[in-house]
T-cell receptor, first 109, second 114 residues
Framework: SQQGEEDPQALSIQEGENATMNCSYK?????LQWYRQNSGRGLVHLIL?????REKHSGRLRVTLDTSKKSSSLLITASRAADTASYFC?????????FGKGTRLSVIA | GAGVSQSPSNKVTEKGKDVELRCDPI?????LYWYRQSLGQGLEFLIY????????KSGLPSDRFSAERTGGSVSTLTIQRTQQEDSAVYLC????????????FGPGTRLTVL
């Protein structure tokens, strides 16, 4: 299956702490993208990392990609209550993006 | 500019009725996607339109589901003879050129089949 698998399924942290979510996959990819979803509605694109990149930053977000281990991680630093959402990794190969089942992050104020 | 819009935002229907869900993609985006998301689950790919190419219908769960995209812009997802298991949020997304490009999502249509 080309679907990525996020880990953990759910994560609860205190405001100010860092949150780390992982995505593992089995096939070759062109790029890997992370999306956020609030309240079960539309997803918002966060960051894209290409297969020849190892790390990328965007504000409080840091994404790593290890193609040898077929895994990626999303780190949110200094979390805020507003970061509470579901986070999905999406894989791009020879077909349209395939989304995982997501990690539900709860940031407690 | 305007983002992806979907209508209606909520739809309640009776089992056996047909429903039509509409998606207006971002102007100029050649690719359009439909997904389904059941409560607490991930996104299930349904169908993908790319320019004038034949759509990728590999994700449609049954022949009760169909979609069209007129004039390379607006898309309609039709579910015939709805069943209770069709209840979900239906999400539409568009991207500039398809493939690995970033997708921009609409707010979704929440479908409830009684």
């Amino acid at each position: 299956s080309q679907q990525g698998e996020e880990d953990p399924q759910a994560l609860s942290i205190q405001e100010g702490e860092n949150a780390t979510m992982n995505c593992s996959y089995k096939t070759s990819i062109n790029n890997l993208q992370w999306y956020r979803q609030n309240s079960g509605r539309g997803l918002v694109h966060l960051i894209l990392i290409r297969s020849n990149e190892r790390e990328k930053h965007s504000g409080r977000l840091r994404v790593t990609l290890d193609t040898s281990k077929k895994s990626s991680s999303l780190l949110i630093t200094a979390s805020r209550a507003a970061d509470t959402a579901s986070y999905f990794c999406a894989l791009s190969g020879n077909t349209p993006l395939v989304f995982g089942k997501g990690t539900r992050l709860s940031v407690i104020a | 500019g305007a983002g992806v819009s979907q209508s209606p935002s909520n739809k309640v229907t009776e089992k056996g009725k047909d429903v039509e869900l509409r998606c207006d993609p971002i102007s100029g985006h050649t690719a359009l996607y439909w997904y389904r998301q059941s409560l607490g689950q991930g996104l299930e790919f349904l169908i993908y339109f790319q320019g004038n190419s034949a759509p990728d219908k590999s994700g449609l769960p049954s022949d009760r589901f169909s979609a069209e995209r007129t004039g390379g812009s607006v898309s309609t997802l039709t579910i015939q003879r709805t069943q209770q298991e069709d209840s979900a949020v239906y999400l539409c997304a568009s991207s500039l050129a398809g493939g690995p490009d970033e997708q921009f999502f609409g707010p979704g249509t929440r479908l409830t089949v009684l």
